[in-house]
């Protein structure tokens, strides 16, 4: 079980973007970024178009916390690496090219393809609000 809710799944894939904020050091939140995202069976994936030197990317890795907003949900989430497997990794391409493909320019979803960003792949994973901004 992933944690998300049907709900908010099918509200989060609905949608072309969310905005990604990441917990600082000082315990605020950094960002937000607007990104893609997608839907692998019953996880949500985004990736750093830039890789792992990108802005957003490397506040992640901090703490590995931090919020989504997007179609009416908010959630904190932790930031896991996607992994190296081979299989995910193709089903995640998959799914960045079933949802963007056809309505982008095929360069923006290149982009999503490239070393580079499949190397700066996080899993986000639904977390239990934390006392840090608020």
């Known amino acids: 079980m ?3 809710t049907n709900e908010e799944l099918e509200r989060i894939a609905g949608t072309d973007e969310l ?3 990441w917990l600082r050091e000082d ?6 970024r607007t990104i893609w995202v997608v839907q692998v069976d019953d996880d949500l994936y ?3 178009v830039h890789g792992r030197e990108g802005i957003w990317f490397r506040g992640t890795q901090r703490r590995h ?3 989504v907003s997007v179609g009416g949900v908010e959630k904190d ?3 896991e690496d996607a992994g190296a497997d081979a299989d995910l990794a193709g089903r995640i391409d998959d799914a960045y090219n079933a949802k963007y493909r056809a309505r982008y320019p095929p360069s923006y979803t ?12 996080l899993k986000l994973a639904p977390r239990e609000r934390s006392p840090r901004h608020e």
């Open 65 to 67: 916390e931090g919020h």
């Open 27 to 32: 315990g605020s939140l950094g960002g937000p």
């Open 2 to 4: 992933s944690g998300w």
């Open 110 to 121: 290149d982009d999503t393809l490239t070393p580079q960003a499949k190397g700066a792949t």
């Open 19 to 21: 905005d990604i904020s």
């Open 77 to 79: 989430v932790t930031f």
């Open 46 to 48: 985004v990736r750093s």
